[in-house]
């Protein structure tokens, strides 16, 4: 055989990744590790989603500002001023706001990962990486967002001078805690709609009773107490009193309750890894 | 030695095909259809899928450097196996080992945004193909110079026209670079200057020493860029081995299957045709076989036809095309003014050619039944194909050459 020039010198010949393929065995194969290799791709898919997110509206990225800032605006009206629900001396809209953020960021991750492996169904069709980085993007992506409002909230705050604690070094951990229950949630349920599309009915519906059962309108104080054990268990109690322990300087939350809700959506993260890679495999046959 | 590129042992695909009037789209479907069932017969509910094997025992060895055909009918699963070699699905059985990157062409143009510019969607389709963004930084201006889009590189791809589009595309997953690049029909997209150009890229990566697998219906261009053919039937392999005798099994098989654009129109099961070709033979003037043609030699077509009931006023015609999917002459019963009557069974009907002044190429005869007043298709089926021979004449010349007349001025 003739030496080809261009390449193949015998390094190079035996530092060719050697892929085996078959069906897979074994429920623990998760493989994050491909995950990792592929990280570009993800930091690629959740640059699109937010490039693309405001492309052709006249507002574009102050959207991602006017929303949550409405919506403060019509709780406010309507639980602060009409319904009087207590907000723990604060200022209603500041007590809100510190609350929608963290929620609003983790709806929209939720509802855009169970979705996401449908709506990039031409992907999965044509071209081979880790699934897994579909639903993480779009659980990343949303983070932007957040950011952006998170100026407008601190702009608030100065307006009604509540100056915010050292414990706001903490709320990163309180991100990523939603960001991994969204990432739980979005993992069962985008792989569950890829053969039921069911899921893009029900998530909505499902959003929206979660988001009364979270402390965003009204504070903690107002549960009674022999539900607040089971409420604390809902992971975004944890990560919204986390938030407004933070910024407002509430008294802090039970961190062995937020620890309990944490070991929950480890557990549920997990299964969700484990049902993700199961279904991956008729992806590509099904969606 | 060359090592292995590609090993498949034993690869198997099963796919489960839901009848219509049975299809899940819900789980309310699901658990009301698997309770009836459970409640009828107790297995019910696993019979309920139809399954079907796409690929049943799929075996074979590809070494480095080669570059290999997959042939077969429409459903032979094909395009399953090169699924499963881009590991976009996972086989039911079997196994296959990959050595080096692959490059896959599935379809191009995969994760494009409308909504962004042509710079931001290189980056992006880069991504999604297995390019690191500094290996693009360094490929960019290559990229763009090879699908000629400069000027609108930042313009929205939505704004592009249907040939940009396919040539930005194309020209990502052509500068992958992989050791083994799969591709899939691929090459039917563009015009065919950029056509010509992708051939080029690929005998370029096979030069390259790059392990290329190649999928077509195009047995002209399997011709031209493999010298080994794996035609697989039915998801087995039915042959593998040299490309023209595997192309000569292949079209002794399937000769007269219905054309690629005409399946929309007519369907793909000659069965149901009204009328359809069953022989479609090639002979020189005197009536011998014949598959390689001087220069200027007539030619004799005999179309044997089996028509279901009776078809009235039909219009039969031959069509030459060239191998670079150049038309270059057509005849007809309607043109020439043969009466045809109508028909019914079976029969046959014989052309002659006036003299065939082609240059010397591949070409293909296929073979076209109109209604003559209507002018809605009967069939549309592949004929077969012949060389014709000059020691001159080529594609450079053009598509016919016939001596002109010269004379000096006063």
Same mark, same amino acid.
């Given at each position: 055989?003739?030496?080809?020039?261009?390449?193949?010198?015998?390094?190079?010949?035996?530092?060719?990744?050697?892929?085996?393929?078959?069906?897979?065995?074994?429920?623990?194969?998760?493989?994050?590790?491909?995950?990792?290799?592929?990280?570009?791709?993800?930091?690629?898919?959740?640059?699109?989603?937010?490039?693309?997110?405001?492309?052709?509206?006249?507002?574009?990225?102050?959207?991602?500002?006017?929303?949550?800032?409405?919506?403060?605006?019509?709780?406010?009206?309507?639980?602060?001023?009409?319904?009087?629900?207590?907000?723990?001396?604060?200022?209603?809209?500041?007590?809100?706001?510190?609350?929608?953020?963290?929620?609003?960021?983790?709806?929209?991750?939720?509802?855009?990962?169970?979705?996401?492996?449908?709506?990039?169904?031409?992907?999965?069709?044509?071209?081979?990486?880790?699934?897994?980085?579909?639903?993480?993007?779009?659980?990343?992506?949303?983070?932007?967002?957040?950011? /952006?409002?998170?100026?407008?909230?601190?702009?608030?705050?100065?307006?009604?001078?509540?100056?915010?604690?050292?414990?706001?070094?903490?709320?990163?951990?309180?991100?990523?805690?939603?960001?991994?229950?969204? /990432?739980?949630?979005?993992?069962?349920?985008?792989?569950?709609?890829?053969?039921?599309?069911?899921?893009?009915?029900?998530?909505?519906?499902?959003?929206?009773?979660?988001?009364?059962?979270?402390?965003?309108?009204?504070?903690?104080?107002?549960?009674?107490?022999?539900?607040?054990?089971?409420?604390?268990?809902?992971?975004?109690?944890?990560?919204?009193?986390?938030?407004?322990?933070?910024?407002?300087?509430?008294?802090?939350?039970?961190?062995?309750?937020?620890?309990?809700?944490?070991?929950?959506?480890?557990?549920?993260?997990?299964?969700?890894?484990?049902?993700?890679?199961?279904?991956?495999?008729?992806?590509?046959?099904?969606? | 030695?060359?090592?292995?590129?590609?090993?498949?042992?034993?690869?198997?695909?099963?796919?489960?095909?839901?009848?219509?009037?049975?299809?899940?789209?819900?789980?309310?479907?699901?658990?009301?259809?698997?309770?009836?069932?459970?409640?009828?017969?107790?297995?019910?509910?696993?019979? $309920?899928?139809?399954?079907?094997?796409?690929?049943?025992?799929?075996?074979?060895?590809?070494?480095?450097?080669?570059?290999?055909?997959?042939?077969?009918?429409?459903?032979? $699963?094909?395009?399953?196996?090169?699924?499963?070699?881009?590991?976009?699905?996972?086989?039911?059985? $079997?196994?296959?080992?990959?050595?080096?990157?692959?490059?896959?062409?599935?379809?191009?143009?995969?994760?494009?945004?409308?909504?962004?510019?042509?710079?931001?969607?290189?980056?992006?389709?880069?991504?999604?193909?297995?390019?690191?963004?500094?290996?693009?930084?360094?490929?960019?201006?290559?990229?763009?110079?090879?699908?000629?889009?400069? &000027?609108?590189?930042?313009?929205?791809?939505?704004?592009?026209?249907?040939?940009?589009?396919?040539?930005?595309?194309?020209?990502?997953?052509?500068?992958?670079?992989?050791?083994?690049?799969?591709?899939?029909?691929?090459?039917?997209?563009?015009?065919?200057?950029?056509?010509?150009?992708?051939?080029?890229?690929?005998?370029?990566?096979?030069?390259?020493?790059?392990?290329?697998?190649?999928?077509?219906?195009?047995?002209?261009?399997?011709?031209?860029?493999?010298?080994?053919?794996?035609?697989?039937? $039915?998801?087995?392999?039915?042959?593998?081995?040299?490309?023209?005798?595997?192309?000569?099994?292949?079209?002794?098989?399937?000769?007269?299957?219905?054309?690629?654009?005409?399946?929309?129109?007519?369907?793909?099961?000659?069965?149901?045709?009204?009328?359809?070709?069953?022989?479609?033979?090639?002979?020189?003037?005197?009536?011998?076989?014949?598959?390689?043609?001087?220069?200027? &030699?007539?030619?004799?077509?005999?179309?044997?036809?089996?028509?279901?009931?009776?078809?009235?006023?039909?219009?039969?015609?031959?069509?030459?095309?060239?191998?670079?999917?150049?038309?270059?002459?057509?005849?007809? !019963?309607?043109?020439?003014?043969?009466?045809?009557?109508?028909?019914?069974? !079976?029969?046959?009907?014989?052309?002659?050619?006036?003299?065939?002044?082609?240059?010397?190429?591949?070409?293909?005869?296929?073979?076209?039944?109109?209604?003559?007043?209507?002018?809605?298709?009967?069939?549309?089926?592949?004929?077969?194909?012949?060389?014709?021979?000059?020691?001159?004449?080529?594609?450079?010349?053009?598509?016919?050459?016939?001596?002109?007349?010269?004379?000096?001025?006063?």
């Amino acid at each position: 055989m003739s030496t080809p020039v261009t390449l193949a010198a015998p390094t190079a010949e035996s530092s060719k990744p050697i892929v085996l393929i078959g069906p897979r065995r074994g429920l623990l194969d998760l493989d994050l590790w491909a995950v990792w290799q592929y990280r570009e791709l993800l930091y690629f898919l959740a640059w699109r989603e937010t490039k693309v997110r405001y492309k052709q509206t006249m507002l574009g990225v102050a959207w991602a500002i006017f929303q949550p800032l409405l919506t403060v605006m019509i709780f406010a009206a309507i639980f602060g001023s009409f319904a009087k629900i207590p907000s723990d001396g604060l200022p209603y809209p500041v007590f809100a706001f510190a609350a929608l953020l963290p929620w609003i960021y983790f709806s929209e991750a939720t509802v855009r990962s169970s979705t996401s492996l449908v709506s990039d169904a031409n992907l999965l069709r044509k071209v081979y990486f880790p699934r897994l980085i579909i639903p993480l993007a779009a659980v990343i992506a949303p983070i932007v967002d957040f950011a /952006l409002a998170f100026v407008v909230l601190f702009g608030m705050m100065r307006w009604y001078r509540v100056a915010p604690t050292w414990n706001v070094l903490f709320l990163p951990l309180f991100l990523v805690l939603a960001l991994a229950t969204a /990432l739980a949630v979005g993992l069962w349920l985008s792989a569950l709609n890829v053969k039921y599309r069911d899921v893009r009915h029900t998530v909505p519906f499902v959003m929206q009773v979660w988001m009364y059962a979270s402390p965003i309108v009204y504070p903690v104080s107002l549960v009674p107490e022999q539900w607040r054990l089971l409420f604390a268990l809902n992971p975004m109690t944890g990560v919204i009193e986390g938030f407004r322990w933070g910024l407002l300087g509430k008294q802090s939350p039970d961190f062995a309750l937020i620890g309990a809700s944490a070991v929950v959506v480890v557990g549920l993260l997990f299964g969700g890894l484990v049902f993700f890679r199961r279904m991956e495999r008729i992806f590509a046959d099904v969606v | 030695m060359r090592m292995n590129a590609i090993e498949a042992r034993h690869l198997a695909k099963q796919f489960k095909i839901m009848a219509a009037a049975r299809r899940h789209d819900t789980l309310r479907d699901q658990l009301a259809d698997s309770l009836k069932s459970w409640l009828r017969r107790p297995d019910a509910s696993r019979a $309920g899928h139809e399954t079907f094997w796409a690929l049943k025992d799929i075996s074979f060895e590809i070494k480095e450097g080669e570059t290999v055909g997959i042939i077969g009918r429409n459903g032979a $699963g094909k395009s399953t196996l090169l699924k499963i070699l881009s590991r976009i699905t996972e086989p039911t059985s $079997g196994q296959a080992t990959i050595r080096g990157r692959v490059g896959s062409l599935l379809e191009v143009g995969t994760g494009f945004h409308p909504e962004l510019s042509g710079r931001e969607n290189l980056y992006l389709s880069g991504a999604i193909l297995g390019m690191s963004r500094a290996e693009m930084e360094r490929k960019f201006d290559a990229i763009v110079a090879f699908a000629e889009i400069e &000027q609108f590189i930042d313009t929205p791809v939505k704004h592009y026209s249907s040939g940009m589009y396919v040539r930005l595309a194309f020209a990502v997953a052509a500068h992958l670079d992989p050791d083994i690049l799969l591709i899939d029909e691929v090459l039917s997209v563009g015009d065919l200057a950029f056509q010509t150009k992708c051939i080029e890229h690929t005998k370029r990566l096979q030069a390259s020493n790059s392990t290329v697998l190649f999928v077509s219906h195009n047995m002209f261009s399997i011709k031209s860029m493999c010298r080994r053919v794996i035609y697989l039937s $039915g998801g087995l392999v039915r042959y593998d081995g040299p490309s023209e005798d595997g192309i000569a099994l292949y079209e002794e098989e399937n000769r007269l299957e219905t054309l690629p654009w005409a399946v929309n129109q007519v369907g793909a099961d000659l069965d149901q045709l009204a009328l359809r070709i069953t022989a479609t033979e090639i002979m020189d003037e005197q009536g011998r076989p014949c598959h390689v043609f001087d220069h200027g &030699q007539r030619m004799r077509i005999r179309l044997s036809f089996e028509a279901r009931g009776e078809v009235k006023d039909a219009n039969f015609g031959v069509s030459v095309f060239r191998s670079d999917n150049v038309a270059c002459c057509h005849f007809n !019963t309607a043109m020439d003014q043969f009466p045809v009557p109508d028909l019914s069974g !079976t029969g046959s009907i014989e052309v002659l050619t006036p003299p065939l002044k082609l240059v010397a190429e591949l070409y293909v005869v296929n073979v076209i039944v109109r209604n003559t007043t209507r002018g809605d298709l009967l069939t549309a089926q592949v004929g077969p194909s012949f060389h014709v021979r000059h020691e001159q004449l080529n594609t450079h010349f053009g598509v016919f050459h016939e001596a002109a007349e010269w004379s000096w001025g006063d």
